[in-house]
């Protein structure tokens, strides 16, 4: 599961694309879940990524528009469509490795609950020089017809402020755990010998 908060498109969309020959090393069952999508950043100027995407949005069939091509509005979706394009998609395991894949605007559950993985070789501050100009994915998808960026903004509000709580309440757990571990100490001391004599404690 990874997170898109501050990671290059490009860089993350290659490390996220699961692997459609599948070599050993990999499990067959090898899933993708990129998160907070909203947050990604794209290289290059705002205007120009804008201007980009708003060519990209007049391509269409000229006697069907219906049929395609289609233009997808959310920054999730947008995402998606990039890693698409780094697979064999209209092959059946193209198909199948694409279907491994799950991306999503925000954290939504059960995702709120799990760790998030941060892919060193796409974050921002790794991969662009401080001077280099750059878009938020958020935004992009914002000015060409995403209607859903306050929501999504006001949802992660809500979970950060429950991810605090959570944190706090486990770190009074962990302090007392400490001290209750402190006093049985010297009572359970015989038994610890015991236990790292057997290899069971080290």
């Not at 995403?146 to 486990?170: M, P, S």
Request: proline share 7%.
């Amino acid at each position: 599961m990874a997170d898109g908060f501050n990671k290059v498109q490009l860089r993350l969309c290659s490390a996220a694309a699961p692997a459609p020959s599948l070599p050993p090393s990999l499990p067959r069952c090898h899933k993708v879940v990129v998160v907070r999508c909203e947050g990604i950043n794209i290289s290059g100027n705002f205007y120009r990524n804008k201007l980009k995407y708003l060519a990209f949005l007049r391509k269409r069939m000229n006697t069907n528009p219906s049929r395609g091509p289609y233009h997808f509005r959310a920054p999730s979706r947008i995402f998606w469509r990039t890693v698409r394009g780094m697979l064999p998609h209209k092959t059946k395991r193209g198909q199948a490795a694409l279907d491994r894949l799950k991306v999503f605007d925000g954290v939504p559950p059960p995702y709120d609950k799990r760790k998030r993985m941060v892919v060193p070789a796409a974050l921002k501050i790794v991969r662009l020089k401080p001077t280099r100009k750059f878009a938020l994915l958020g935004r992009l998808a914002h000015e060409v017809g995403w209607k859903y960026q306050a929501i999504t903004a006001t949802l992660e509000e809500k979970r950060k402020a429950k991810a605090k709580l959570h944190y706090v309440k486990k770190k009074k757990v962990l302090k007392l755990k400490k001290i209750a571990e402190k006093n049985v100490e010297s009572k359970i001391a015989k038994y610890t010998d015991i236990l790292k004599q057997y290899g069971v404690l080290v």
